[in-house]
């Protein structure tokens, strides 16, 4: 019984022996990569405000700590947060709905009263599901209503622009307005965005202004011309603030082509016309349009159910789609609080991040994108954010949606395409008017991988360069 004692202590003894060096090891290398990401603050960040933290992806400690409790803007590294929310409250497998009712008979292919199309806060609604919904009614022999095509959108409050975006950022694609009713011109989801196109080959004649999807009741104010192929394009497309106005101008090359998408002023009657436009096509007579609630006696006669949550979200962080944001906000405050709303949706998501173990005295935001210049974060928090996510059952599919460095493709590299070629680094990148950040995983030299959280504002210049060389020490060294 000795033997085995002595024989058991010695072993323990060489493990502790051979453990000690391994830890000096590691001990030096954060030294080290302290010192070098310390020397590029100081030579780089002089004149600014800024927050970075360096967590163990196993344990959660904290490697690297400079500002790391101070709050910053996080710009669209808030997603994180309204993501992870999204997944845990609402679950990867959730679908959002939008349904098509009734409210009176057909009789010799007249419907006696009105169609109504109901609005669940789908942020995915495309026009071929309108027109899968023109298709059905069709099928029930519809060709005239007594009545008019109405929109239920009071799933959601009628708010619907998010705090923080100033008049002149109203038409940029990135501004969207909120409906539960809303619809996007394409796959990637922009949402309560339409697609301008101007084209034209006869020169000194009006180009060709085109609207994708084609919807009657959004006017278009045409300025343009068309000159020598050759010349500078100096066509400039937007929106009249507070209407849903587009005005054209400037000169377009011949044979040449200019497009972009602006927000809608009126996604829910946006929506609508749209259908309208199918339906008119299908056969049906034009109907006017409202907006009212589904009464208690219609049929529902189609459901249109979304993509699962978590293939949303794929396309929510790797394109960084701020009205996705903003709608999964509502969404969750409908669902939690009954009340589809910015301020219950963050309620909700605050309740979230409490019950998950963050400090949410540490974390302020009024919206679900992180446009608001008056959000903060530290780096502290949001760097423990990404360790606590790495416990859930759906922790894999948020870590593929984020944008993976060096790597081509919107929907793989993303942000991230053109930055820290030769790293793994899968990680949110934000971006507002003086404020940089970059929050995910890093894997270091020895094969481990790291977390990490790089928050900077007021800056006069990009910091983008500054941020990808903290990231690259993180990897050299650890």
Known sequence: MKKKIIVMTVLLFLYSCGSVPFAQEAWANEQTMATKINTVV????KDNEY?????????????YNNHGE?????ASTHKLLVSAAALDLLGPDYRF????????????????GNIYLQGGGDPTLLPVHLESFA??????????ITGKLIADDSWFDDDRLATGIVPQEEAFSYASRISALTLSPNDQYDVANIQVKVTGTKIGQAANVQLYPYASTIPIVNKTKIVKKGTKSTVKITREYGADRIVVTGNLPAGSEQNTYVTVYNPTLFTL????EKLIAKGIHKMPLDIGIVPENAQRVGISYSIPLKDINFGFLKLSINGMGEMLTKQLGKELLGEGSWSAGIQAIR?????TGLNMEQWYFEDGSGLNHQNRV??????????KVRQKPWYFSYLEALPHAGRKGSLVGATLEKRLKGYNVSAKTGYITGTYALSGYVQGKSGKWYIFSILTQANKSSAIATIDDIVRHIANEM
Not at 42 to 45: C, G, H, I, L
Not at 51 to 59: E, H, L
Not at 351 to 355: A, C, E, I, K, V
Not at 378 to 387: A, D, G
């Open 42 to 45: 100081a030579k780089n960040w």
């Open 351 to 355: 309740t979230y991040g409490m019950d």
């Open 378 to 387: 530290s780096s502290m928090q949001e760097s423990l954010l990404l360790y």
């Open 135 to 144: 298709n059905g009614l069709k099928k029930l022999g519809i060709t005239k």
């Open 273 to 276: 016309d749209v259908l309208r």
């Open 70 to 74: 101070k709050m910053i803007r996080p």
């Open 51 to 63: 927050s970075i933290t360096v967590r163990d992806i196993n344990n959660g400690n904290v490697l």
């Open 97 to 112: 709905a939008t349904k098509a009712y009734v409210d009176g008979p057909i009789i010799d292919g007249v419907l006696q």
